[in-house]
């Protein structure tokens, strides 16, 4: 990963987050997209439909403010824990009681009786609620003068529950939540001095959601590389997670295969929940099931893992046609090349 991209990314997305608040660096046409009122939001479509077109997502706008938006939240995290004290906006507020309704409806629809073991087809009348109530959800989210840019928000929030055809979750579907958040503090509802909030409270409380759904209706893992991949459905957590430890006194890497010290810790690290909910739902020897993650244990420091898993999240995700054909582009996640 070059350094200058990665600045270049980060400062892009500390200007998208910090619309409304003019941090210095920032400059009249970063704010004239959201804050003018002539504005034009529109429904976020596909536009990579052939592996050529890879490149023009490389160089697109939406590119760099997502990977901006990941490392600045990477940056935002490391060396805290989950139960650290931080700020709990509104909008914060307002978006844990819309993943409760999306749990809530989890609970309302229960699994149906069925000859195959995995895809409950009753994921499909979950998924149409929310299809549904999807818009006038997120309309409560935004601020009073940003309801104009909920149908195109909403796109990505649809898109972060998985797959309604296939019945199945992956690190795509993910990649739309973080999209999604991505989105909120394009438009201002979310600020810079929501960023722990972003990823301790609304981003966890997401993962409980999925890991729920998931356990639920036995969704299938999206394009799962089976033992090969790091996890069958997550990624971000364990780049957060990672940071999370840097420079801690004790926990190292290989601790985290170690069954008493997630159960120990859990509460207070992404990565070690993501362990444990593996750990609930896989049997075998750990360096079986999970090789990736297993390889992972050896590496010395939290740093270098975090910044392998950085560069193997770009390789493994954000490079990979299969999982890029699905995403969507607007306005707020332009194909347009990124500024320069």
């Known amino acids: 990963m070059s350094l200058p991209g990665k600045h270049t990314a980060k400062k892009t997305?500390?200007?998208a987050m910090a619309e409304t608040e003019q941090q210095s660096g920032s400059t009249p046409e970063d704010e004239a997209p959201e804050e003018g009122a002539s504005f034009t939001f529109m429904v976020p479509k596909k536009e990579i439909s052939m592996v050529p077109d890879m490149g023009k997502w490389k160089r697109s706008q939406a590119y760099a403010d997502y990977i901006g938006f990941i490392l600045t939240l990477n940056e935002g995290v490391k060396g805290k824990k989950l139960t650290c004290e931080y700020k709990v906006s509104e909008t914060v507020e307002k978006l844990m009681d819309l993943l409760g309704t999306l749990d809530r409806w989890i609970n309302e629809t229960p699994p149906v009786d069925q000859p195959s073991r995995f895809g409950n087809k009753a994921y499909r009348t979950w998924f149409a609620k929310l299809d549904q109530e999807a818009e006038a959800l997120v309309s409560v989210v935004l601020p009073a003068d940003k309801h104009a840019a909920a149908p195109e928000i909403a796109v990505y929030l649809?898109?972060?529950?998985?797959?309604?055809?296939?019945i199945?979750?992956?690190t795509g579907h993910e990649a739309a939540f973080a999209a999604f958040l991505c989105c909120l503090c394009k438009v201002g509802a979310l600020r810079v001095d929501d960023q722990l909030a972003i990823v301790f409270k609304v981003f966890n409380r997401y993962l409980e959601v999925?890991?729920?759904?998931?356990?639920t209706y036995r969704m299938e893992p999206a394009g799962s590389q089976g033992v090969w991949g790091l996890d069958d459905f997550q990624f971000l957590p364990f780049i957060w997670g990672s940071s999370?430890?840097?420079?801690?006194p004790t926990l190292e890497p290989r601790h985290f295969v170690d069954e008493r010290a997630v159960n120990e810790h859990h509460q207070d690290y992404?990565?070690?929940e993501c362990i444990k909910f593996i750990n609930e739902m896989k049997t075998g020897p750990f360096a079986e099931h999970s090789n990736q993650l297993w390889n992972i244990s050896a590496v010395p420091s939290w740093s270098k893992v975090n910044q392998g898993l950085i560069r193997m999240y770009k390789a493994e995700c954000l490079e990979k046609f299969p999982v890029i054909q699905h995403f969507k582009f607007g306005s707020l996640l332009s194909i347009q090349p990124a500024k320069p």
């Open 270 to 272: 992404m990565f070690l």
């Open 168 to 170: 199945d979750y992956g």
């Open 210 to 215: 999925m890991r729920k759904l998931q356990k």
């Open 13 to 15: 997305v500390r200007l």
């Open 158 to 166: 649809k898109e972060s529950v998985g797959n309604s055809t296939r």
């Open 244 to 248: 999370q430890f840097i420079d801690h």
